[in-house]
């Protein structure tokens, strides 16, 4: 019976995450391999232990049956938004957001981000919610409820401010609102007063967006109501766009700011694009080999051993490297996407749709601000950076998928 479950398990996506741990935890080793000592130094013993306990963590969630996860999901939820509230009152920040509150600690001692918790919680209310829909939303007003699931730790993580996990519980949003046959015209219409603050920073081409949507709101016909919130929640945009930046962490401005221009700030904020790249660029094809990378030896690199792993990955192991992973990553993701297609019931393809969205979402934004084509936001990148509580969440997701793909096989085995 034992060998019988075990041909329920999905050898490639285990495969794939073994393939993407190692080489995780030989980048990090090497980024602790400096001139002289720093916070990077050992972070990969850490990290080995907090790998530990996540396979724990794994196989413990792979022995809850999917029924059961369900119902508990709303009590998940529920204890996410409070953990999220007690750390705006409480918690504390570190490193470049030492002004934020994205951690709850015990005296000195940090022990997670709650952040972290929230988006695997809401992948599981999201797919309560959307999993128990006979039809998928065809209209902004049927997505609502989904929209205020997400809403929440949204608002909550950015009060934190923590605008990196903010912007993950968006990926999650839009990536299963996809998933579950969502028309792109109706994300695109909910995504457009993101696009509005973008735009903000130009008269020209924010009048040239509005001018843009009338006519796209006119030609889709939705119902009044939703086409009007649309245009006007577009307009309140352009207009508190000034307020938002007024509001920000002077972290985040002169990381925006940086985004924009790196020499703008080339000794501070401009300092984490402008070495990255030279990083990534002095790797070349080959890389100059592994713990050789002179911008992290001589720690010009910052956070080296969390959100600027990417660049040591791709100065020590060069282009071919750094394709070599991002293949890994796509054929991970790809096991994903069969395992969802594959699910049993409503409720596992959603919840696979959404851990698919929140480590995507985590790999787009930590190579693109890692190579200046994104905003610097301070987000991990999974299997490489340092990180216990992301680490466990990664993996327990990782669990949760083992147990879809094994709910789907061994059932159909014992049917054949």
């Given at each position: 019976m034992l060998q019988d479950r075990r041909k329920g398990l999905d050898q490639p996506l285990i495969l794939f995450t073994a393939l993407l741990i190692i080489p995780g935890v030989l980048t990090l080793y090497s980024a602790g391999q400096t001139?002289?000592?720093?916070?990077?130094?050992g972070m990969w013993t850490k990290q080995v232990t907090w790998i530990g306990l996540g396979i724990i963590g794994a196989v413990a969630v792979f022995r809850v049956p999917a029924t059961i996860l369900e119902w508990l999901t709303p009590f998940i939820y529920i204890l996410a938004v409070g953990l999220l509230l007690l750390t705006l009152?409480?918690?504390?920040?570190?490193?470049?957001?030492?002004?934020?509150?994205?951690?709850?600690?015990?005296?000195?001692?940090?022990?997670?981000q709650p952040a972290e918790f929230a988006k695997l919680a809401t992948i599981l209310m999201l797919a309560r919610h959307l999993g128990g829909k006979r039809d998928s939303p065809q209209t902004m007003f049927a997505l609502g409820p989904a929209g205020l699931i997400v809403g929440i730790p949204f608002l909550l993580v950015g009060l934190q401010p923590d605008l990196g996990s903010a912007l993950v519980f968006l990926g999650?949003?839009?990536?299963?609102?996809?998933?579950?046959?969502?028309?792109?015209?109706i994300i695109l219409l909910i995504a457009s007063p993101v696009v509005s603050l973008i735009l903000t920073?130009?008269?020209?081409?924010?009048?040239?967006?509005?001018?843009?949507l009338t006519i796209l709101l006119i030609w889709l016909r939705p119902f009044l109501f939703e086409a009007a919130s649309v245009w006007t929640s577009n307009v309140i945009a352009g207009v508190v766009a000034p307020r938002l930046w007024a509001g920000l962490a002077p972290y985040q401005k002169n990381r925006i700011l940086s985004f924009l221009d790196p020499e703008v700030d080339p000794r501070a904020t401009g300092w984490n694009i402008i070495q990255a790249k030279v990083a990534i660029g002095s790797g070349g094809l080959l890389g100059k080999g592994f713990t050789e990378g002179t911008q992290k030896r001589?720690?010009?690199?910052?956070a080296q051993h969390t959100d600027f792993i990417f660049p040591v990955l791709a100065e020590e192991f060069g282009f071919v490297g750094v394709l070599l992973i991002i293949s890994l990553f796509m054929m991970f993701?790809?096991?994903?996407?069969?395992?969802?297609?594959?699910?049993?019931?409503?409720?596992?393809?959603?919840?696979?749709?959404?851990?698919?969205?929140?480590?995507?979402?985590?790999v787009i934004e930590n190579i693109g601000m890692s190579v200046g084509l994104l905003p610097v936001t301070g987000i991990p990148l999974p299997f490489f950076s340092y990180g216990g509580s992301f680490m466990m969440i990664t993996l327990i997701s990782v669990g949760l998928l083992l147990r879809i793909a094994w709910d789907a096989r061994y059932k159909g085995y014992l049917k054949g």
């Open positions: 001139d002289f000592p720093t916070i990077a130094t009152i409480v918690g504390t920040g570190a490193g470049t957001a030492a002004s934020s509150k994205s951690w709850l600690a015990i005296g000195d001692v940090r022990i997670g999650i949003f839009f990536f299963v609102a996809f998933w579950v046959g969502v028309s792109p015209w920073f130009s008269t020209r081409l924010w009048g040239a967006w509005i001018v843009g001589l720690a010009f690199l910052p993701f790809l096991a994903v996407v069969r395992i969802a297609r594959q699910a049993v019931d409503p409720f596992a393809t959603v919840v696979a749709a959404g851990i698919m969205g929140m480590l995507l979402t985590h």
